[in-house]
C-alpha cells in the first residue's frame, strides 16, 4: 500500500506562488537566527546610510571653518561599526543556511529512501542524487543570505531614496526615472533566470544519471570495450549542461549590466544638473556631494537586490526539483493497525492473485494461488518468466497486487503495518547483493540489535569463517562497492547470513546457493534445512538438488500455479516438472 508523504498545510495549490510558500517552510524553522543577522545588516546598512549626511556636515564645517573633530569622529565611528556589523550578520546567515540544507536534505532523504520499488524502477538515480546534493546546495544562499540581504537591500534603498528626496526633489526625480526603468528590466529579465536554471540543473542531473547508470555495470562496459561510446554519452551530457549553463550566465550578466547602468547615467545627469544649479546658486555643493555619495552608495543596495533577484530564481528552480520527490509514491511505514503476532513460523497463502508490473505491461500473474503454511520447506520451480521471484515481491509488498489476496498469518498484506511484515522475512534476493561498508555492518543491517555471539554463531553456520579470517581487519574489514572483492558465493553466503541472523518467521531464499561449489551448496542447503525446521522457509529454486529436500513444490507456469506436491508426486504427475527435473537444472529468471 503506497501513498505520497504528506505536505504540510502551507503548501499551497497555486504552483507560481507554491515555492515562495515552500522556501518560507523551510526559512522560518531558523527564524531566529536568520532575524538576528538579517538586523545586525540591516543596522550595518543603516550607518552606511548615515555617511552620506555625515559627509555632508564635513563638507559644511569646512565652508564655515568650524571644527572637524566631531563630524570625523563620528564618520569613522560609523564606517568601524558599520564594517563590524555587516562582516557579522552575513555570518549568521550562512551559518542558518547550512542549517536549513541540513533540514531540507534530511526530509528529503527521508523521501527518497521510502520511495516505492515501483517509482525506483523508473527513475534515474542519478538525477535523484543531483536533488540531493547540487539542488538543495543552491537552496542554502537563497533561503538564508539572499531572502535576508534582499529585504535588508529594499530597505537600504527605500532609507536612501527618502534622504535623497529630503536633499534635493529636481535630482530625486531623475534618479527615481532609472530606478523604474531597473525595475522594468528585471521583471522582464527575473523568468527567463529561472526557467535557465532550471534547465539547467535538470542537464546536471542527467550527466549524473549517465555516470551512475556507468558505474553500476563498470565491469561490463569494460568488457564490451565501451568506455569511448559511454564517455561520448558522458560527453553529450556535460556539453548540454555547459551550455545551459551559459545561458543562466548570460541572463544574470544582463540583469547585472541592466542595473548597473540605469545607476551610471543617473550618476552622470545628476552631476551635470546638479553642478548647474551649484553654478546657478539653487543648491549648496555640500548638499550636491551628499547626493552623489548617497547615489553611489545606492549602487550597493541596488546590486545586491538584483543579485538576490537572481539568486532567488535559482533557489526557486531548486526547491520546485526538490519539492517533486514528495509527489512521487512513497512507502507509509506506520500505516495499518496494530496486529499482534507470534513467534513461531509465519503462515502464508496466495489467493487467486493476479499481478502485472504497470498499465501496458503484460499480467505476470494470473490467478495464484497456494499456501505454506507452518515449517517447512516449499520451492518455487518452473521455467523462465513463469513468475516465480515475483511471490517473492509481493509478499515483500514491494508492489501492490492487482486483484486476489496475498496474507500472513492470515492478515493481508497491506493490513499489516509494513514495518511488521518485513520485520519477520528474511529475505535473500537472486543476485546477493552486498553494500560498501564493512562486512560486519552488511551481516547486521537487518538485525542492528544482534550480539557478538550470535554474529559469531551465523558466520559459522553460513560457512564465513574461513573468509573472515582471510580479512586483514576480520568483520570490520571493508568489502568494496558492492562488495566487489568478494566472490559471487561469498556474496550469497553474506546475504544468507545476514537474513539468518534477523531470526525470521518467514524466510525467502531466491535460488540463494546459485554461485556455490558443491561443497559450500551442500553445507548451505542443510543449513537451509535446519532453519526450515524452525520457520516457514520458501525458495525458489533452480537447481534439483534443492528441490528434491523441499516438504512441497508449487509448479508455476506462465503465471500460474500448475501442480503443488512433492518431488515424487509430480515426477509421477506433472509432464512440466519431469521434463524440468529430467533436465538437473531450473532456469534462472527474472520475474
Known amino acids: ?125 542519478g538525477d535523484l542524487v543531483s536533488r540531493l546534493t547540487s539542488d538543495t546546495n543552491l537552496l542554502r544562499t537563497v533561503a538564508s543570505t539572499t531572502v535576508i540581504g534582499g529585504t535588508t537591500a529594499v530597505f537600504m534603498l527605500l532609507g536612501g531614496i527618502a534622504l535623497m528626496a529630503w536633499i534635493d526633489l529636481v535630482l530625486f526625480g531623475t534618479t527615481m526615472a532609472m530606478i523604474v526603468l531597473v ?4 521583471t522582464l529579465i527575473m523568468p527567463r533566470i529561472r526557467n535557465a536554471t532550471t534547465a539547467s540543473q535538470a542537464a546536471l542531473g542527467e550527466m549524473g544519471s549517465i555516470l551512475e547508470r556507468i558505474f553500476s555495470a563498470f565491469r561490463t562496459v569494460k568488457a564490451s570495450g565501451a568506455e569511448d561510446i559511454e564517455i561520448g554519452k558522458l560527453d553529450v551530457a556535460a556539453r548540454e549542461a555547459r551550455d545551459k549553463g551559459v545561458m543562466v550566465a548570460v ?19 545628476v552631476l551635470g544638473v546638479g553642478g548647474a544649479r551649484v553654478a546657478a546658486g539653487t543648491m549648496t555643493i555640500s548638499s550636491l556631494i551628499g547626493f552623489l555619495l548617497l547615489l553611489f552608495y545606492l549602487m550597493g543596495p541596488i ?18 526539483r526538490v519539492e517533486t520527490v514528495a509527489d512521487l ?17 509465519a503462515l502464508l497463502s496466495f489467493d487467486n492473485v493476479t499481478f502485472g508490473y504497470g498499465p501496458g505491461l503484460p499480467q505476470v500473474h494470473h490467478g495464484v494461488s497456494f499456501e505454506a503454511s507452518g515449517t517447512g520447506l516449499t520451492a ?9 521471484t515475483t511471490v517473492f515481491s509481493l509478499i515483500e509488498r514491494f508492489y501492490p497486487v492487482t486483484s486476489g489476496e496475498v496474507r500472513v498469518d492470515g492478515t493481508r498484506v497491506e493490513d499489516w503495518p509494513l514495518a511488521a ?29 544482534a550480539t557478538e555471539a550470535e554474529l559469531a554463531e551465523i558466520v559459522k553456520r553460513a560457512r564465513l569463517t574461513e573468509l573472515v579470517a582471510s580479512l586483514p581487519d576480520g568483520l570490520d574489514s571493508a568489502i568494496g562497492y558492492r562488495g566487489m572483492t568478494l566472490s559471487g558465493g561469498e556474496r550469497q553466503r553474506v546475504a544468507i547470513a545476514r537474513a539468518l541472523l534477523r531470526k525470521p518467521r518467514l524466510l525467502l531464499l531466491d535460488e540463494a546457493t546459485s554461485q556455490l561449489d558443491a ?51 509430480l515426477v509421477a504427475t506433472d509432464e512440466l516438472y519431469r521434463d524440468l527435473a529430467a533436465s538437473q537444472l531450473l532456469t534462472a529468471d527474472s520475474h
Open 1 to 125: 500500500m503506497t501513498d505520497a508523504i504528506e505536505t504540510p498545510a502551507e503548501a499551497p495549490a497555486d504552483e507560481g506562488r507554491a515555492p515562495l510558500r515552500r522556501l518560507w517552510f523551510y526559512a522560518r524553522q531558523h527564524l531566529p537566527l536568520l532575524i538576528t543577522g538579517g538586523t545586525l545588516a540591516f543596522l550595518g546598512g543603516l550607518i552606511g546610510l548615515v555617511q552620506p549626511i555625515v559627509a555632508m556636515d564635513v563638507i559644511e564645517s569646512l565652508e564655515t571653518g568650524e571644527s572637524l573633530r566631531n563630524p570625523l569622529l563620528i564618520l569613522v565611528a560609523a564606517v568601524l561599526v558599520g564594517g563590524a556589523l555587516e562582516a557579522f550578520g552575513p555570518y549568521l546567515m550562512q551559518r542558518t543556511g547550512q542549517d536549513i540544507v541540513l533540514t531540507v536534505r534530511r526530509r528529503l532523504v527521508g523521501s527518497l529512501v521510502r520511495l516505492t520499488i515501483a517509482e525506483v524502477d523508473r527513475l534515474k538515480p
Open 183 to 186: 525595475s522594468i528590466i528585471m
Open 251 to 269: 541572463w544574470e550578466a544582463l540583469a547585472g549590466v541592466m542595473a548597473w547602468l540605469p545607476v551610471n547615467v543617473a550618476f552622470l545627469i
Open 303 to 320: 546590486s545586491s537586490l538584483v543579485a538576490a533577484l537572481s539568486q532567488l530564481q535559482t533557489g526557486l528552480a531548486a526547491i520546485r
Open 329 to 345: 509514491a512513497h512507502e507509509q511505514p506506520s500505516n495499518g493497525a496494530s496486529i499482534s503476532a507470534n513467534n513461531g513460523p
Open 380 to 388: 518455487l520451480v518452473g521455467p523462465s518468466g513463469a513468475g516465480k
Open 421 to 449: 511484515l518485513r520485520g519477520m522475512i528474511g529475505y535473500v534476493e537472486q543476485d546477493a547483493p552486498v553494500l560498501h561498508g564493512t562486512l560486519r555492518e552488511n551481516l547486521l543491517m537487518a538485525a542492528p540489535d
Open 519 to 569: 561443497a559450500n551448496e551442500a553445507a548451505l542447503k542443510q543449513t537451509m534445512l535446519d532453519a526450515a525446521d524452525r520457520t516457514n522457509v520458501i525458495v525458489v529454486a533452480h537447481r534439483l538438488s534443492t528441490v528434491t529436500s523441499a516438504n512441497q513444490i508449487v509448479v508455476l507456469d506462465a503465471g500460474r500455479v500448475r501442480a503443488v506436491g512433492s518431488h515424487t508426486e
